[in-house]
């Protein structure tokens, strides 16, 4: 009888497990075709297709691809841009957007509340709906920069900055988790004679680990992977980001193999960095969902 | 923040009234709702079959019925002046026999179709990808050995960019030597014949749907755990304890604990699959023949690509008010449950 049970209860697991990876490989093998593709010649990847050669590091494999792609695109200037660009924002938007939260959650003044909910209420408004009209009002803001007063602020790392430091949603989860915290913590400090900015750097922020890692993990992502502003208002090739970099290798002959070499470049990396702090990845998604 | 969204967002408005280009030598004019009567004007009429002298109708070669042709009556014909400068956009077979044809027009088909396929892709994709999402969530919930592995890898293809994930799906999907065409090719032992899954009308805005599914599913999979791990294990142990089915504890215990976790994500997912763009214009551009056409893209193609911010603008505002509207139908709907 015992030994019964346990046989189903093996089979139940065994099925089970199967279950899982067959889906796992589902989201899995599209991946490694990627980084094996761009291995691999142009030529032979497309007859690997065919089998699940397709899937392995055989035949003629070389770094040929990426030495390539870096000729026919300036991918380092790419990275370099991207990594920039997403570095300034999450950082100055970290800044920023807890002092915001700080001020909503902390201080009183008069207002408050109406500040908030329009806050949120941006939360609604999805971002392709004003690309056009801010792709206009970019074009005619004024910036003052080494050669005095200049208009217009197409082609450059501002226009793909500036723009995305404040945001609603690192706002909104500044609050809550300010709001969070207890309050006799800060008021003793006031007691103590701290001002507001030592309430802010010296008593909350090192208790802020966690929400500065979502905040961080999430701008970091919509940065990196930002396509569409930046395919409007950069059309020089020194400010382009990675993404739009693609567009390189459609002119004449579309070679997949250096496709595949650019597209693990720029992928790679991220998915190792995700591997690494996968815990941190999913838990601050998990976190705005909890919000709702 | 006040600048870069709630300033455009008015701006979006007011050039929508307008005829703001990019560059332009005449002066910005106040031109009221015209750029919407452009896109949203819609007219229809009947056409009557061609007879010859004794009344019968005219067929070509092929046995189709002969119509007269509809420029006759949408160019300049003082007898029609409401579809003046329509084109056709979709017709049916009408009247006694078949032998009427009702024809819809619409000023700007593009934008018409853009605005189906849009509806479409929401429409599946919202409970398809809600609904994957949480069957993956409960596979996940599991306790088993290892599950952290397999929830990473779930979540994967999230972390990539959707652009990313286009460039490689368009190698999958490939006509001639596609892995997905190979792959059934070889299940089905040959008996299928390779598609050119984004080259043909029926096919492409499904498999733009297909790949979206695939890289956001880990996304809304991960916010489905949350909330199913919000639900307290007491809960489980009494319905075991009562002798309640699987099926019995999901519906009765699982289910109503989901409850606004569901609103969320169905939420969530729609707003995102209005926004549809990213991947039409790396795999297809819009096309075949306007079959992958999305409310964005054309607010782009138009807003950025023709220099027209009016005309971008106005399919924006439209864009604003759908979003908006169902989102509150879909708060209106769920207000009592919560």
Redesign the interface.
């Known amino acids: 009888m015992s030994v019964l049970q346990s046989d189903n209860y093996r089979l139940r697991?065994f099925v089970?497990?199967l279950?899982?990876?067959l889906?796992?490989a589902?989201?899995?093998f599209?991946?490694i075709?990627?980084v094996m593709?761009s291995l691999k010649p142009s030529q032979q990847l497309?007859?690997d297709?065919?089998?699940l050669r397709?899937f392995l590091p055989v035949g003629d494999i070389s770094l040929n691809n990426y030495t390539l792609a870096f000729q026919r695109a300036p991918v380092g200037l790419f990275v370099m841009n991207s990594l920039f660009v997403t570095g300034v924002t999450v950082l100055s938007s970290l800044f920023l957007c807890s002092l915001?939260g700080f001020s909503i959650a902390i201080l009183d003044w008069k207002g408050k509340a109406v500040v908030l909910s329009?806050?949120l209420a941006?939360l609604?408004?999805?971002?392709?709906?004003?690309?056009?009209?801010?792709?206009?009002?970019s074009?005619k803001l004024p910036w003052v920069g080494m050669e005095g007063l200049e208009f217009g602020w197409l082609n450059s790392y501002r226009v793909q900055i500036?723009?995305?430091i404040?945001?609603?949603l690192t706002?909104f989860l500044f609050v809550q988790y300010f709001r969070d915290l207890p309050r006799d913590l800060i008021e003793a400090a006031r007691v103590e004679g701290a001002s507001w900015w030592t309430v802010y750097h010296k008593v909350l922020m090192p208790l802020s680990g966690p929400v500065i890692a979502t905040a961080a993990i999430l701008k970091f992502?919509a940065m990196?992977?930002q396509?569409?502003w930046p395919?409007?208002v950069v059309q020089e090739e020194g400010y382009r980001p990675v993404?739009v970099g693609?567009q390189y290798f459609f002119q004449l002959n579309t070679a997949?193999g250096e496709?595949?070499a650019y597209?693990s470049l720029?992928?790679v990396p991220?998915?190792a960095f995700?591997?690494v702090l996968?815990k941190a990845?999913?838990a601050s998604?998990?976190?705005?969902?909890?919000k709702? | 923040?006040l600048v870069?969204?709630?300033?455009?967002?008015f701006?979006?408005i007011w050039?929508s009234l307008t005829n703001?280009r990019?560059i332009s030598p005449n002066p910005t004019k106040f031109i009221g709702l015209s750029n919407y009567t452009q896109l949203l004007s819609v007219g229809t009429i009947v056409l009557e079959p061609e007879r010859d002298a004794s009344g019968a109708v005219l067929r070509d070669k092929d046995g189709e019925i002969e119509y007269p042709r509809l420029r006759t009556f949408t160019r300049n014909n003082p007898d029609h002046p409401k579809i003046d400068g329509m084109r056709e956009w979709f017709s049916w077979q009408t009247g006694p026999n078949d032998e009427f044809k009702r024809v819809i027009l619409a000023k700007d088909v593009v934008f018409m179709r853009a605005l189906k396929n849009t509806f479409v892709f929401v429409i599946v994709v919202a409970p398809l990808q809600a609904g994957l999402a949480l069957m993956?969530a409960l596979?996940i919930n599991?306790r088993?050995r290892g599950?952290?592995v397999?929830?990473?890898?779930?979540?994967?293809?999230?972390?990539?960019?959707?652009?990313?994930v286009a460039?490689?799906?368009r190698?999958?999907y490939d006509g001639?030597?596609?892995?997905l065409n190979?792959l059934l090719g070889a299940i089905s032992f040959g008996a299928i014949e390779p598609i050119d899954w984004l080259g043909q009308t029926s096919t492409a805005l499904g498999a733009i749907i297909g790949m979206s599914i695939?890289q956001a599913v880990?996304?809304h999979m991960?916010?489905w755990?949350?909330?199913l791990q919000?639900i307290s294990p007491t809960l489980y142990e009494a319905a075991e304890l009562e002798g309640s089915s699987k099926l019995q504890t999901f519906r009765y215990v699982t289910w109503p604990g989901l409850r606004?976790?569901a609103?969320?994500?169905l939420i969530v997912i729609t707003?995102q699959a209005?926004?549809l763009?990213?991947q039409v214009?790396v795999m297809t551009n819009g096309g075949p023949l306007d079959s992958t056409q999305t409310i964005?893209f054309q607010?782009?193609e138009r807003?950025?690509g023709k220099q027209d911010?009016s005309g971008?603008?106005a399919i924006?505002?439209i864009?604003?008010v759908i979003?908006?509207s169902i989102?509150l139908i879909q708060r209106y709907l769920t207000r009592e449950r919560i």
């Open positions: 697991l089970r497990y279950v899982l990876t889906i796992a589902i989201f899995i599209p991946l075709f990627m593709s497309l007859v297709s065919g089998s397709a915001a329009a806050i941006t609604t408004v999805p971002f392709e709906t004003i690309a056009v009209p801010l792709l206009l009002m074009s500036v723009p995305f404040a945001d609603g706002i992502l990196y992977n396509y569409l395919l409007m993404l693609l997949w496709i595949m597209l720029i992928t991220v998915l995700y591997l996968q990845f999913i998604i998990a976190s705005t969902g909890v709702g | 923040m870069f969204i709630i300033l455009p967002f701006f979006a050039f703001q990019l993956l596979l599991q088993l599950i952290n397999y929830r990473a890898i779930y979540f994967m293809p999230v972390v990539i960019s959707i652009v990313v460039f490689l799906w190698l999958i001639n030597n596609g892995l190979n695939w880990g996304f991960v916010i755990l949350s909330g919000t606004n976790t609103v969320l994500i707003m209005f926004g763009f990213a214009d964005v607010a782009i807003g950025y911010i971008g603008s924006s505002v864009l604003f979003v908006l989102s």
